[in-house]
């Protein structure tokens, strides 16, 4: 049986809106360990997530549901298996204005690979108010060519309804039949 | 519509133990689809009663230790266990039944049980072996519920643990349908030549046919499989079921989603008034009049909607712009009105290519629900109601909707469909046709939480999420 952790894990690349997207759902204020940016970081936004975001869902008071956002930048991947460990499924998020989004999913992938041979995958896909290209029947296209038809949408991070349609979509891809 | 008065079911409780959720899920599929005097429910679906049997699976990271906490615990509940490993004849403590669970095995299996209310003979398959109580070697390695294909080894979906998981008999209902379409299909092909489409094959549907009543059977199964499983089949008055149907490619809706397929810029007129213009090249359309104008047009009929050559003429009436999908989507629902669209039959397997972008479009009750079904594996409307229990209304507008958007797989050539009647779908009138379950209030805040008590299971914790996050 995969143990299941209780835990949700956010990816994407930097920028790509995870620590806004666990703050808009969790009960409790995020816990981020942001820091100043002083790399190529520093292109996109003033600071960036270092280790990682914590949000949570309380079910009741014994019972929680972690909120992980992995950080974006490839130097810290090693924290990527460490938080995908028994994850109840992943949520990446991709910036739509990066320079090659596509690039980013096949990248994102591939590093998650070992989590989604097991767990469900759910892609937000941001920013699409200031790049509407590629399109989201552009990523769908692309994935239903390897037989992959996870759920796409475009989302706002800042939108508690958005994100909501993430987690929904990603427990409806485990169990379409379950009910609440 | 009246109701027989056959006798209710006997309702079984079944206790999962070692299950993760999507086993879990493979096993409430199958007791959604099994119908008989016997319904099955899981546990963690009826808390508080009591169990009549139980189902252990030893394949987990606990092995083996999950049979022995489950009898230290329930010394005398029959069970029954499942592994892709089962031991040597006389070595396990209860019935086996070998991975990949069959559900023309799991059922008897389960029946047996419950007539001799003790741990009965081991089920290899078919091979009856002795029971010894000496405990088995333990399973170490996980495994899935069933003995997966190797491609599903490297498959990222979560679609592959289930689509392994319950492949071996929805192959076998979506084979049978498959091949009761191409003897149909064949049939027609002798009686008749298909009529020219413009519609890509994919997207091909049958030629209209005149109201037939043939299909009835197959309605009437669709129909029983939407009732409340303590609800009786209906029959109507003179023994027919009814869906009303609609042509999806009549009418405005259906030259709007006949351009988008063919990405072809348009102006579309109704009654000779502009009313949008179609770029799907820009991924866009400009409406000249308030979207919510469109909706009365959907029911004009083909003869007075026709379509102009967009020349790039400046447009001055141009009252909002949207993206196409979003129109078609919208057009789909308001035409459709909750019923089945022609091209459909209640065998016919049917898939989605991909998921639509559920949160720019507009809202479908259950369309996350519906959407997740059919992007894993082809199925029929028969299995769909049955395991989703969904409102046909909400179906049916969704299927609609998916073909305007053009992601709804059909099979190339559809046998020719059975009209039953033109009894509506539709609220206040759906009675009559089909005794739908009720809608999920699933956009309104969820209900105050059952009393806290440690989770049952991950099956629980998905469930208890899936209200939290309803309820944000």
């Known amino acids: 049986m995969r143990a299941y952790d209780n835990k949700i894990i956010f990816a994407g690349p930097v920028g790509a809106g995870k620590t806004t997207a666990?703050?808009?759902?969790?009960?409790?204020?995020?816990?981020?360990?942001?820091?100043?940016?002083s790399d190529m970081t520093l292109n996109r936004k003033d600071t960036t997530?270092?280790?990682?975001?914590?949000?949570?869902?309380?079910?009741?008071?014994?019972?929680?549901?972690?909120?992980?956002?992995?950080?974006?930048?490839?130097?810290?991947?090693?924290?990527?298996?460490?938080?995908?460990?028994?994850?109840?499924?992943l949520i990446l998020l991709l910036d739509n204005t990066r320079n090659n989004p596509v690039k980013d999913l096949q990248f994102f992938l591939n590093a998650f690979r070992d989590m989604l041979k097991a767990a469900p995958l759910v892609i937000g896909v941001t920013k699409t108010d200031l790049r509407a290209s590629p399109s989201i029947e552009t990523y769908a296209a692309l994935l239903e060519k390897f037989d992959m038809r996870p759920p796409i949408f475009e989302i706002d991070a800042r939108s508690r309804e958005d994100v909501k349609k993430l987690v929904l979509a990603l427990l409806f891809s485990i169990d379409p039949g379950l009910e609440s | 519509m009246m109701l027989s008065n056959a006798p209710q079911p006997q309702l079984i409780t079944v206790m999962p133990v070692g299950m993760d959720p999507r086993k879990l899920s493979v096993f409430r599929m199958a007791f959604r689809m099994h119908h008989s005097h016997q319904l099955y429910q899981l546990l963690d679906e009826a808390p508080g009663h009591v169990p009549d049997l139980a189902i252990v699976d030893v394949d987990s990271v606990d092995g083996w230790n999950a049979w022995h906490d489950f009898r230290a615990s329930h010394p005398h509940l029959p069970a029954l266990i499942v592994t892709t490993t089962p031991p040597r004849a006389g070595e396990a403590p209860a019935a086996v039944l070998r991975k990949p669970v069959r559900i023309e095995t799991l059922f008897p299996q389960m029946r047996e049980l419950l007539a001799n209310g003790r741990t009965p003979a081991i089920r290899l398959?078919?091979?009856?072996?002795?029971?010894?109580?000496?405990?088995?070697?333990?399973?170490?390695?996980?495994?899935?519920?069933?003995?997966?294909?190797?491609?599903?080894?490297?498959?990222?979906?979560?679609?592959?643990?289930?689509?392994?998981?319950?492949?071996?008999?929805?192959?076998?209902?979506?084979?049978?349908?498959?091949?009761?379409h191409r003897a149909a299909a064949a049939a027609q092909q002798q009686q008749q030549s298909p009529a020219p489409s413009d519609l890509p094959q994919l997207m091909d549907l049958p030629d209209p046919v005149p109201e037939a009543e043939h299909d009835t059977a197959a309605a009437a199964s669709v129909v029983r499989s939407m009732l409340p499983e303590n609800q009786s089949t209906p029959a109507s008055a003179g023994g027919k079921i009814s869906f009303e149907r609609f042509d999806p490619?009549?009418?405005?809706?259906?030259?709007?989603?006949?351009?988008?397929?063919?990405?072809?810029?348009?102006?579309?007129?109704?009654?000779?008034?502009?009313?949008?213009?179609?770029?799907?090249?820009?991924?866009?359309?400009?409406?000249?009049?308030?979207?919510?104008?469109?909706?009365?047009?959907?029911?004009?009929?083909?003869?007075?909607?026709?379509?102009?050559?967009?020349?790039?003429?400046?447009?001055?009436?141009?009252?909002q712009e949207i993206r196409p999908q979003t129109l078609a989507w919208q057009l789909a629902i308001w035409t459709c009105r909750g019923r089945l669209m022609r091209g459909i039959a209640t065998d016919t397997p049917i898939r989605l290519r991909y998921w639509p972008n559920l949160t720019r479009l507009p809202p479908i009750p259950e369309a996350m629900r519906i959407t997740a079904f059919l992007t894993r594996t082809p199925v029929n409307l028969k299995l769909i109601t049955r395991l989703l229990k969904v409102p046909p209304e909400d179906l049916f507008n969704y299927l609609a909707a998916a073909y305007g958007i053009g992601i709804l797989d059909l099979p190339s050539r559809s046998p020719q469909l059975s009209v039953i009647s033109t009894e509506p779908v539709r609220p206040g009138s759906k009675v009559e046709t089909v005794a739908a379950p009720s809608r999920p209030?699933?956009?309104?805040?969820?209900?105050?939480?059952?009393?806290?008590?440690?989770?049952?299971?991950?099956?629980?914790?998905?469930?208890?999420?899936?209200?939290?996050?309803?309820?944000?």
């Not at chain 2, 109580?133 to 490297?154: N, Y």
């Not at chain 2, 989603?257 to 348009?266: D, H, K, N």
């Open chain 1, 49 to 89: 997530t270092v280790a990682l975001d914590y949000g949570v869902l309380m079910l009741d008071e014994n019972t929680k549901v972690h909120l992980y956002g992995t950080p974006g930048q490839e130097r810290f991947d090693f924290m990527w298996d460490i938080l995908s460990q028994g994850g109840i499924g």
């Open chain 2, 125 to 180: 398959s078919a091979t009856v072996l002795p029971a010894a109580p000496a405990a088995p070697p333990v399973a170490t390695a996980p495994a899935a519920m069933v003995a997966a294909p190797a491609s599903a080894a490297s498959d990222h979906s979560a679609a592959a643990a289930y689509v392994a998981s319950v492949a071996p008999t929805l192959d076998e209902v979506i084979s049978q349908s498959q091949q009761a």
């Open chain 2, 249 to 319: 490619s009549a009418g405005l809706f259906g030259l709007v989603a006949r351009l988008l397929r063919q990405r072809t810029a348009a102006v579309i007129r109704v009654r000779e008034v502009p009313v949008l213009i179609l770029l799907p090249a820009q991924d866009k359309a400009l409406l000249l009049q308030p979207l919510e104008t469109l909706q009365p047009l959907c029911s004009a009929p083909s003869h007075e909607v026709d379509q102009q050559p967009y020349a790039n003429s400046p447009v001055n009436a141009a009252q």
């Open chain 1, 22 to 37: 666990i703050g808009a759902i969790s009960d409790i204020a995020p816990v981020t360990t942001d820091a100043r940016a």
């Open chain 2, 441 to 472: 209030q699933n956009t309104s805040p969820a209900p105050a939480p059952s009393p806290a008590k440690p989770a049952q299971g991950s099956g629980r914790l998905l469930s208890r999420l899936l209200k939290k996050v309803i309820g944000l």
